[in-house]
């Protein structure tokens, strides 16, 4: 008892003497502690899966979704997952930038140096990207117009090297720019719909309502003649 009551009375007056000279309280900075802590701790990683949807010998395809965290469309493919019933559990990197940045130093101490700041947690992020990677069935690949994702063409080359099917989405603006990570995939998708449209396809072999071109649309053998002229 004396000793907590000892440790009141210096939280006291270091408390009273750093708000006298200008600066936070204790209680500030050990609230403002709490929520930064609680912060990083609510924002996870991105996992979704629909395994329910499986039945008991079907298998469950593991889909990593790698690239650009400033938008939505891992949400969109977790929807599809679930509106067509496919037996698919998404996995994906940290998709928070700070967290990402700073998990490094933050276990296990700062740098001095940016350099190494960013190889350190390059390095603890690359546990959890390379291992789901690995055990990935799919891999699907991001890149959005307004950021370089450096990372995400990383990932695409690491997957193609493990002879993982790949399927690379992004807007048709920077299709020149990537023509040889494109060049590599198995699909290449300009929305997150088209990704569950090639999901559902390769899983249950079903097609989209509607052709991508509409009624403009024309069969291969109506276009450009039968495929074997010798059956």
Same mark, same amino acid.
């Given at each position: 008892?004396?000793f907590?009551?000892?440790?009141?009375?210096?939280?006291?007056?270091?408390?009273?003497?750093?708000?006298? *000279?200008?600066?936070?309280?204790?209680?500030? $900075?050990?609230?403002?502690?709490?929520? +930064?802590?609680? *912060?990083? !701790?609510?924002? +996870?990683?991105?996992?979704? !899966?629909?395994? /329910?949807?499986?039945?008991a010998?079907?298998?469950?395809?593991?889909?990593?979704?790698?690239?650009?965290?400033?938008?939505?469309?891992?949400?969109v %493919?977790?929807r599809?997952?679930?509106?067509h019933?496919? #037996?698919?559990?998404? *996995?994906?990197?940290n998709?928070?930038?700070? =967290?990402?940045? =700073?998990?490094?130093?933050? %276990? $296990?101490?700062?740098?001095?140096?940016? !350099?190494?700041?960013?190889?350190?947690?390059?390095?603890?992020n690359?546990?959890?990207?390379?291992?789901? %990677?690995? =055990?990935? =069935?799919?891999?699907?690949v991001? @890149?959005?117009e307004?950021? +370089?994702?450096?990372?995400?063409? @990383?990932?695409?080359?690491?997957?193609? /090297?493990?002879?993982?099917?790949?399927?690379?989405?992004?807007? #048709?603006?920077?299709?020149?720019?990537?023509?040889?990570v494109n060049? /590599?995939?198995?699909?290449?998708?300009?929305?997150?719909?088209q990704?569950?449209?090639?999901?559902?396809?390769?899983?249950?072999?079903?097609?989209?309502?509607?052709?991508?071109?509409?009624?403009?649309?024309?069969?291969? /053998?109506d276009?450009?003649?039968?495929?074997?002229?010798?059956p």
């Amino acid at each position: 008892h004396r000793f907590h009551r000892f440790q009141s009375i210096i939280f006291y007056f270091v408390n009273k003497k750093m708000m006298m *000279s200008g600066g936070c309280s204790l209680t500030k $900075l050990f609230t403002t502690a709490a929520l +930064r802590s609680a *912060s990083r !701790s609510s924002r +996870r990683f991105y996992v979704s !899966s629909s395994v /329910a949807a499986a039945t008991a010998t079907e298998k469950v395809w593991r889909v990593y979704l790698s690239g650009e965290i400033h938008s939505d469309w891992r949400d969109v %493919i977790a929807r599809g997952v679930e509106e067509h019933k496919l #037996p698919v559990e998404l *996995s994906s990197p940290n998709t928070s930038h700070e =967290d990402s940045d =700073d998990c490094g130093a933050y %276990i $296990l101490g700062m740098e001095q140096e940016r !350099s190494n700041w960013d190889k350190i947690g390059a390095n603890m992020n690359a546990v959890r990207t390379r291992t789901l %990677i690995k =055990d990935a =069935d799919v891999v699907v690949v991001r @890149f959005g117009e307004k950021y +370089r994702q450096w990372n995400a063409a @990383f990932d695409a080359g690491y997957a193609a /090297a493990l002879g993982k099917p790949i399927i690379i989405l992004h807007p #048709p603006a920077i299709s020149h720019m990537l023509k040889e990570v494109n060049q /590599a995939a198995n699909a290449v998708c300009e929305d997150p719909e088209q990704v569950v449209q090639t999901l559902a396809y390769a899983i249950k072999g079903n097609f989209p309502k509607e052709p991508r071109d509409g009624s403009e649309y024309i069969p291969i /053998a109506d276009r450009l003649g039968k495929g074997n002229p010798n059956p």
